[in-house]
């Protein structure tokens, strides 16, 4: 099985760079700002996003042959390679903490959230400063081309929200909504830190658009994927099963299942969603309908799809670590169970 630490070995002296880089860049001045920066900032899980830029990066430049492990001994990316993968980590940092707010989740990656701890107010001015921080860091290096993605990526994230909750208060997601809210929320930031990478390195049109490309597919499997582990009540998540659920987000699991339904079993399947924030006896029944359903499966055979998408994007590049790297990425992408 594949391993953050495999995907991580050919970059890890970027990597080490890259963390002193936001130490050194996203700082607050007082007390409890700069205590609530270093809480949100110290449990920033696995780093994803930065860790695609800079192997996106790495692979626009990178010659046959070498080796993983001497690879990952030396640094291969500039300065403009860790602002484009810091600004789409802090970004991803203060989406989360914003929809802890939204949520009112106690609980981020095992410990309590920063809404918990500081309360939501203070939350959502720490998700604020956090944007406000990187973005007058972006402007301030004068690097425009890199700004416009982000910009971009911002409006996205924020349309992606409001159509989640929308769907979530009609109960009215179809296939082409869900696919459209993972995009949004998932998928386009993922695109912007792969194609951040190769144009940090000065790569041609044609290679940032293809890395934006594998970015948005492995973006949207990697959210089918959590969407599967939802439904799977032995996950390691560290998050209770069937949250989903009691918040009222149909995802691909249910739509699969529902699609195959007739009408008035569809309404059936409302009547429980409707009910699953207050009543556990819903939440199990729904559970049993997926599972009886196949939901699981269905969905998993999509998200293969676009896992292999991802691979088929990959093949034009020479075989480098970096490539190799990315390619593990996907299949890790593809087995994880948290």
Request: glycine share 6%.
């Amino acid at each position: 099985m594949a391993t953050i630490d495999a995907i991580r070995k050919p970059i890890l002296a970027d990597l080490d760079a890259f963390d002193e880089f936001v130490k050194e860049n996203v700082t607050a001045e007082g007390d409890l700002m700069r205590e609530m920066l270093t809480y949100a900032l110290s449990s920033r899980g696995k780093g994803v996003r930065p860790m695609l830029t800079m192997l996106c990066a790495s692979l626009m430049s990178a010659t046959e042959n070498s080796n993983a492990e001497e690879a990952g001994k030396e640094r291969h990316s500039s300065k403009r390679t860790y602002l484009a993968a810091m600004l789409v980590e802090m970004i991803h940092t203060a989406s989360l903490i914003h929809d802890d707010v939204l949520d009112s989740a106690d609980e981020r990656r095992g410990r309590a959230s920063v809404n918990a701890k500081w309360q939501s107010n203070m939350a959502i001015i720490l998700g604020d400063f956090i944007l406000a921080r990187t973005m007058a860091l972006g402007m301030a290096s004068a690097q425009y081309d890199i700004m416009s993605y982000i910009g971009t990526a911002m409006a996205t994230l924020c349309e992606g929200e409001v159509l989640q909750s929308q769907h979530a208060r009609n109960l009215d997601t179809s296939r082409d909504d869900y696919f459209a809210i993972i995009y949004q929320k998932t998928a386009s930031l993922l695109g912007v830190s792969a194609a951040l990478g190769a144009l940090s390195v000065g790569a041609s049109r044609e290679d940032v658009d293809r890395m934006r490309k594998f970015g948005e597919a492995i973006g949207i499997a990697f959210q089918i994927q959590d969407d599967i582990l939802d439904f799977n009540r032995q996950n390691n998540t560290g998050k209770p099963a069937n949250n989903d659920l009691r918040e009222h987000k149909i995802t691909l699991p249910l739509i699969e299942v529902m699609e195959r339904k007739t009408e008035e079993e569809r309404k059936e399947i409302l009547e429980l969603i409707k009910r699953c924030d207050k009543d556990e006896s819903a939440v199990d029944a729904l559970q049993k309908i997926v599972d009886e359903g196949n939901g699981s499966a269905l969905a998993a055979q999509t998200m293969q799809a676009y896992i292999q998408r991802a691979l088929h994007l990959l093949s034009k590049y020479s075989d480098t670590p970096y490539r190799t790297a990315l390619m593990e990425l996907c299949a890790y992408i593809a087995e994880r169970d948290r």
